[in-house]
Every structure is written in structure tokens, then in C-alpha cells.
């Protein structure tokens, strides 16, 4: 049995019937006795069986772009080579570093010559499986996202012309500097994955191949979910059965992936970085949103006009949550902790949106969840459940940030 494919846009039904028996549990968990708690959790691991299975589905791959191990390897040697960048300095990897959950553990990233982006860099774990991309969700597949950092001023800054131009002849066109073992690397490796062609598409594909193979699996969560009782902690236990149920946790972050590919205001408060310059089309977004917001999704140019977007960002996935802090669309929650207390207030509803209006599913009386009508321990508890969904990793390449070599 395996977990059924993920690529439509709403995932809310993916544990439904899971939800619903976590909702059965409306008494403190953290009073429950052990043969209770064991009983509930057993429930919820029948439900989560039955509705998306034991295992990942194979990651989507689309007909045009077959994966191969060769493929794979330029795509991995693209994505850690900085001389892609204007100034040789920023790879892909610079801001989506495998030791850091493939995000930078900054607020926003930096690119070349210091420039200071806008939003935080999201993990791309699971990314494989995500039907948008982008925190406003504007592309819909890797192949399209791989194209825009490079020619984005605030990052890589660069030329498709002279990305080619250096791949092509090993020799940085800014820079004048030569690489020899990067031409011999590059002329080999293309010439085996697309017949010599080195051109914006075959650098997409190359790139999307790779990140497709950035998932995770085997957490702890997921041996309790095949059968091992002894996989998470009596912490974990209660913080998930609140997950599940009375705090609708799961409404979002569903499995097995924890994220629903959606999009939602949760009252992400301003980090105190942002200017009207970062946000130039605000005045023509749902008539008119403040220009030192973040728009959100409505920043999309075909959804300017549609108010229920503003201040909406697609959910990131949980898995291997504690790798990749700081959080949330502009890194404004420095810690596991802090994202964790930021919906112990919206239970309370003591948080407000900056822009357009508050989700639905997180607004007080919606979420019981500690202070707000839940328990005392329900944000550690959480805390230790999140910890439970960090899984497998990938390794980078033993160069780091760098032009690939020959050898």
C-alpha cells in the first residue's frame, strides 16, 4: 500500500476521516492514562492507514523529462555551481543548503553583492510533490521555477546568454576566469543527458531532476504509522493526537507530506525589513493593499483583483521542520517554539491579519489549542511531534558551493 498521489491543489480530504477521530478527542490528552493514550493513537493510525497508506508515492515525474542517475548529476552540479551567478559567488545551493533542511537559516536570503531579498527561502524538501511553487505559488512545476533565480536581480542577477555562454566554453563571461574542468565536466555530462544541447531547457530539466530527489521519509512518525509503538515518545503521542484532532493542525499540514499545496493568511506580522520599493504593484492589488505588505499570492499578476488572496502564502511542508528555521514567508519566527506559540495566540485570537482577512481554520474558537481552550502542555507536546516528522536527508556534493570538476 502506498500513499496516494498528491498533486492537486486542495488536500484538505487527505485525513479526513483522521480529523474526525482526532476531533472525537475533545479531553485533555495530557491527562489521558497510558492505556488510553495508546488506545486514541491506535485509532488515529487505522484512519491515517486507511485514507493515505504506509509509504510515499513515487515522485511525479513529467513525460517530457524523464529521470536518469546522469541526469541527476548534472542537475546536482548545476544546482551547487556558483559561476551560474553574475558574480560566481551564489549557487542554488547557496540559499537551499542540504545541511540547513535545503534553506539558508536566514530571514530572507542574500544575493549577489549583498542584495537583500524579500522573502525567506523555502525548503525544497517534498518540493517534487507540490502542485505550486514559490511561497505565492506563481509556477506550477520545477522546470519553470529552476528558471528564475538566475536572471532575478536580488539573487544570481545573471543572463541566460552568459550562463550558456559559460557552460558552453568554461570560462565565466564577468569574470574572464577559466574553468577548465568545469568545460570538460559540463561537455561530457551534456553531451550524454541531451545529445550536446546546452540551452535554457536542457539547465531546467537538469536542475528539476535533481531537486525531485530532495524528499524525505523514514521519520519516526512515519515507523509508528508502519507499526512501531516505540518509535515516538508519550510527548509526541499527545502532541500528535492534537495535531489530528482539536487543533486542526492537519487541516493544512496534512500527510504524508504535511503540507495541504495550498494557500493561507495565518497573520504573519511584518519583520521589520520591508519597504514599498520590495512591493511595486501593490497600488493595483485588490484596489489598493499597503505598501509595506507583503501581498502574498494576490502578487500574482492574474489574481491582482482577487481580495481573497492578499496576504495568503502556499503551506510549507513539515517534514524536517527543525532544519530549516528561521520560519513562515519572511523568516519572521525565529524558532520551532515561536511558530509554535504564534497559533497558541491565533486560538487566543489576540493575532490579527496585516493584510486582507484571516484564514477560517485559524481563527479563535476554530483551533482549541493551549491557551486558547486546549492544554497546558499542548505546545510542548507539539514541539516534540514536529520532531518527529524529521526523516532522511541529502547529502551535497563533497565540493560544497562550487564548479563541478572532471575527476
Given at each position: 500500500?502506498?500513499?496516494?498521489?498528491?498533486?492537486?491543489?486542495?488536500?484538505?480530504?487527505?485525513?479526513?476521516?483522521?480529523?474526525?477521530?482526532?476531533?472525537?478527542?475533545?479531553?485533555?490528552?495530557?491527562?489521558?492514562?497510558?492505556?488510553?493514550?495508546?488506545?486514541?493513537?491506535?485509532?488515529?493510525?487505522?484512519?491515517?492507514?486507511?485514507?493515505?497508506?504506509?509509504?510515499?508515492?513515487?515522485?511525479?515525474?513529467?513525460?517530457?523529462?524523464?529521470?536518469?542517475?546522469?541526469?541527476?548529476?548534472?542537475?546536482?552540479?548545476?544546482f551547487f555551481d556558483p559561476n551560474?551567478?553574475?558574480?560566481?559567488?551564489?549557487?542554488?545551493?547557496?540559499?537551499?543548503?542540504?545541511?540547513?533542511?535545503?534553506?539558508?537559516?536566514?530571514?530572507?536570503s542574500h544575493g549577489c553583492k549583498?542584495?537583500?531579498?524579500?522573502?525567506?527561502?523555502?525548503?525544497?524538501?517534498?518540493?517534487?510533490?507540490?502542485?505550486?511553487?514559490?511561497?505565492?505559488?506563481?509556477?506550477?512545476?520545477?522546470?519553470?521555477?529552476?528558471?528564475?533565480?538566475?536572471?532575478?536581480?536580488?539573487?544570481?542577477?545573471?543572463?541566460?546568454?552568459?550562463?550558456?555562454?559559460?557552460?558552453?566554453?568554461?570560462?565565466?563571461?564577468?569574470?574572464?576566469?577559466?574553468?577548465?574542468?568545469?568545460?570538460?565536466?559540463?561537455?561530457?555530462?551534456?553531451?550524454?543527458?541531451?545529445?550536446?544541447?546546452?540551452?535554457?531547457?536542457?539547465?531546467?530539466?537538469?536542475?528539476?531532476?535533481?531537486?525531485?530527489?530532495?524528499?524525505?521519509?523514514?521519520?519516526?512518525?512515519?515507523?509508528?504509522?508502519?507499526?512501531?509503538?516505540?518509535?515516538?515518545?508519550?510527548?509526541?503521542?499527545?502532541?500528535?493526537?492534537?495535531?489530528?484532532?482539536?487543533?486542526?493542525?492537519?487541516?493544512?499540514?496534512?500527510?504524508?507530506?504535511?503540507?495541504?499545496?495550498?494557500?493561507?493568511?495565518?497573520?504573519?506580522?511584518?519583520?521589520?525589513?520591508?519597504?514599498?520599493?520590495?512591493?511595486?504593484?501593490?497600488?493595483?492589488?485588490?484596489?489598493?493593499?499597503?505598501?509595506?505588505?507583503?501581498?502574498?499570492?494576490?502578487?500574482?499578476?492574474?489574481?491582482?483583483?482577487?481580495?481573497?488572496?492578499?496576504?495568503?502564502?502556499?503551506?510549507?511542508?513539515?517534514?524536517?521542520?527543525?532544519?530549516?528555521?528561521?520560519?513562515?514567508?519572511?523568516?519572521?519566527?525565529?524558532?520551532?517554539?515561536?511558530?509554535?506559540?504564534?497559533?497558541?495566540?491565533?486560538?487566543?485570537?489576540?493575532?490579527?491579519?496585516?493584510?486582507?482577512?484571516?484564514?477560517?481554520?485559524?481563527?479563535?474558537?476554530?483551533?482549541?489549542?493551549?491557551?486558547?481552550?486546549?492544554?497546558?502542555?499542548?505546545?510542548?507536546?507539539?514541539?516534540?511531534?514536529?520532531?518527529?516528522?524529521?526523516?532522511?536527508?541529502?547529502?551535497?556534493?563533497?565540493?560544497?558551493?562550487?564548479?563541478?570538476?572532471?575527476?
Amino acid at each position: 500500500m502506498v500513499y496516494a498521489a498528491m498533486r492537486v491543489r486542495v488536500r484538505r480530504a487527505a485525513l479526513a476521516s483522521a480529523t474526525v477521530v482526532g476531533l472525537l478527542l475533545w479531553g485533555d490528552v495530557s491527562q489521558a492514562s497510558a492505556a488510553s493514550l495508546e488506545e486514541q493513537v491506535r485509532k488515529l493510525r487505522a484512519e491515517i492507514r486507511k485514507d493515505v497508506g504506509v509509504r510515499l508515492p513515487s515522485v511525479p515525474v513529467p513525460a517530457n523529462n524523464p529521470q536518469t542517475k546522469d541526469k541527476v548529476k548534472l542537475g546536482e552540479a548545476l544546482f551547487f555551481d556558483p559561476n551560474l551567478s553574475s558574480c560566481a559567488e551564489v549557487a542554488c545551493a547557496t540559499c537551499h543548503l542540504p545541511g540547513k533542511g535545503f534553506s539558508d537559516g536566514n530571514e530572507v536570503s542574500h544575493g549577489c553583492k549583498g542584495t537583500e531579498g524579500r522573502r525567506n527561502s523555502p525548503t525544497i524538501f517534498q518540493a517534487a510533490y507540490l502542485s505550486h511553487l514559490f511561497w505565492d505559488g506563481r509556477v506550477q512545476s520545477l522546470e519553470q521555477q529552476a528558471l528564475s533565480p538566475v536572471v532575478d536581480p536580488v539573487e544570481m542577477a545573471n543572463t541566460w546568454d552568459n550562463v550558456i555562454s559559460y557552460l558552453r566554453t568554461g570560462v565565466h563571461p564577468l569574470t574572464g576566469k577559466a574553468f577548465p574542468d568545469a568545460k570538460k565536466f559540463y561537455e561530457v555530462a551534456f553531451g550524454k543527458v541531451f545529445e550536446r544541447e546546452i540551452s535554457i531547457t536542457t539547465v531546467a530539466k537538469a536542475i528539476a531532476a535533481y531537486e525531485r530527489t530532495v524528499t524525505s521519509f523514514d521519520s519516526p512518525f512515519d515507523r509508528w504509522v508502519r507499526g512501531d509503538d516505540k518509535a515516538l515518545t508519550v510527548a509526541q503521542k499527545r502532541g500528535m493526537l492534537v495535531f489530528f484532532g482539536r487543533g486542526k493542525c492537519s487541516k493544512c499540514h496534512n500527510a504524508p507530506h504535511f503540507t495541504d499545496s495550498d494557500f493561507h493568511n495565518i497573520g504573519i506580522p511584518n519583520a521589520g525589513f520591508e519597504k514599498a520599493a520590495q512591493f511595486p504593484q501593490n497600488p493595483g492589488i485588490c484596489k489598493g493593499v499597503a505598501p509595506t505588505v507583503d501581498p502574498g499570492r494576490a502578487e500574482v499578476p492574474a489574481l491582482h483583483a482577487s481580495c481573497a488572496d492578499v496576504g495568503t502564502f502556499k503551506t510549507p511542508t513539515l517534514r524536517n521542520v527543525t532544519l530549516s528555521a528561521p520560519y513562515m514567508h519572511n523568516g519572521k519566527l525565529d524558532s520551532l517554539d515561536a511558530a509554535v506559540v504564534h497559533y497558541e495566540d491565533l486560538s487566543q485570537g489576540t493575532i490579527t491579519a496585516v493584510a486582507g482577512e484571516l484564514d477560517v481554520d485559524v481563527r479563535k474558537g476554530t483551533i482549541l489549542f493551549g491557551a486558547g481552550a486546549g492544554a497546558a502542555d499542548d505546545v510542548p507536546n507539539m514541539i516534540e511531534f514536529m520532531k518527529a516528522l524529521t526523516g532522511s536527508q541529502l547529502r551535497g556534493p563533497n565540493g560544497g558551493v562550487a564548479p563541478p570538476s572532471s575527476k
